[in-house]
Structure formats: C-alpha cells, structure tokens
C-alpha cells in the first residue's frame, strides 16, 4: 500500500536520535530549551515581573518595577508604577513622560500608522496606552489643560471603541474648558453605543444638549408664582408645631407629610 502522506518517506531511515532516545532526557532537554529563550527575551521577563507587581503593594511593587527596568528599558508599565508610589505631581509628570516615550520605543512607529482603530486589540500596545492615559491625567491636575485633552483626543483616535473609558473624562474636560464643538462631535461619536458620556451643563453651554430631556421650572411657566417646599419643614418643638399647623394647611404640596408630622408631635407632646 502506498504511503498517501508525501512528508513521510519510507525509503528514508529513522533518525536515530529520535529512535533512541530516553523520554526523560527528551523531556529536560526540552524544558532547558525553553529555559534558555524565555532567558533570551528580557521582555517578556520584565512584563511577568509587572503582573507580578500589580498584585504587590508598598514597597515590593516599586521593587518588581525596578527590577522590570533593569531587564528591559522600555517597560512602559514599570514606569507607571512608579510614578504611582510618587507623592509629587512633577515626578509623577517626568517618569509617565518617560513611560510614554518607552512604550514608544517598544511598539516602533509601523504600529501607529497601521494599527490605529485597533490598538487596544493588541496586546502590547496597552501598557503604551495606560501611561498616555495616567500622563494625561496628570497634565490636568497640573493645570497643563490643553496637553491633557490632546492626550486623550489621540488615544481616542487609537482606539475609537474606547476601552479605557476615557470618553467621560474627555468630556468634563472639553465642558471646563468650553470646548462646545469638539464636545458635540464627542457625544456624535458615541450616539449609537449606549453609552453617550453625560455632563453637568451650565448655562453658557447653549449649544449643547443634555442626552436627558429637563423639566420647566415652575417659576418660567408663571413668572408670578412663588415656589413650594415639595415638604413642609419638620418643626424644632411641639409648641412651635402647634402654632404653624394652621400655615400646613395652606401648602398646596406636602399637606399629607404637614398632617402625619403633625400627629407625630402630637404623640410626644
């Protein structure tokens, strides 16, 4: 019967190494194969010393992250977690910087012009993407507004599906800085997700929309009106709740919660 497979040749002899050889050797010398390529790659070296350091706290995590460093100088993660264990915001601001510019290194410049819309989808684009995201966070509490929000803007342009979240923050951010246009173009981007970011406005924000529909005061219906306590306030004494019972009857709201106060002290009294 003919051989069907073509990459096994009958006529060729057997390997003798394979034939021969004792299934416990194989097996370590294997494992020492694998030994010595994970030694071969600090990078991957350094990014299992990160999991490891996000798991530690005090003063083992910023250990693991030097000791990341040590292996591999364009860790991007180690210097986020250094910058953590840092109290001021310009040493915070420096080592994030030079996190940023690591990261850089790491991923080298094809990845950005032909990976941008799906650079959260790759893995090793991420420790990247965390330390753009912490620098620019810490931009903003610098009072550094406009790098912070240009941070973001470009890490929204990598990853348009957002999956840092960042979108809520750029919004507030656009909002404190009256950014309207870019603001609206933000919430267009997001319309059809369910997540829309939502905003506190203010009144110079007229051409801004609130996703959630306001009810008209009371007082722009009739200009006249005085407004209502939805509930009568709660009396300091039973003498003072005797003499404003009859005031609780001419609240048009609240009569109910005016009428069960009222037995209330009535009780105590």
């Given amino acids: 019967m003919a051989n069907s497979y073509r990459w096994r040749d009958p006529a060729k002899p057997t390997e003798p190494g394979l034939a021969t050889a004792d299934p416990a050797e194989s097996a370590i010398d294997l494992i020492a194969d694998g030994a010595e390529r994970y030694a071969a790659r600090p990078a991957q070296r350094a990014q299992d010393l990160i999991s490891d350091a996000w798991e530690a706290t005090g003063a083992r995590r910023a250990a693991l992250a030097r000791q990341a460093l040590a292996l591999w100088p364009d860790c991007a993660d180690a210097y986020v977690l250094l910058a953590q264990d840092r109290t001021g915001l310009q040493d915070k601001r420096e080592l994030l910087e030079r996190g940023v510019a690591a990261g850089e290194r790491a991923l080298g410049g094809r990845v950005f012009s032909e990976d941008a819309g799906d650079f ?75 997540n829309v970011p939502r905003v506190h406005l203010h009144p110079s924000a007229g051409r801004v929309r609130s996703p959630r529909p306001r009810r008209p005061s009371v007082r722009a219906a009739h200009p006249g009106a005085r407004a209502q306590p939805a509930h009568p306030r709660l009396p300091h004494s039973p003498q003072q709740a005797t003499e404003t019972a009859p005031r609780l009857h001419r609240v048009r709201r609240g009569q109910r919660g005016g009428r069960l106060r009222r037995r209330r002290w009535r009780a105590v009294g």
């Fill in 120 to 194: 959260w989808l790759i893995f090793e684009t991420r420790p990247y993407m965390r330390a753009r995201a912490t620098l620019a966070a810490v931009l903003w509490r610098l009072h550094r507004h406009e790098e912070a929000v240009a941070h973001q803007r470009e890490l929204l342009a990598l990853n348009p599906r957002d999956n840092q979240g960042l979108r809520y923050r750029q919004a507030n951010w656009l909002l404190a800085l009256e950014a309207y246009d870019e603001l609206e173009r933000l919430f267009a981007a997001h319309a059809g997700e369910g």
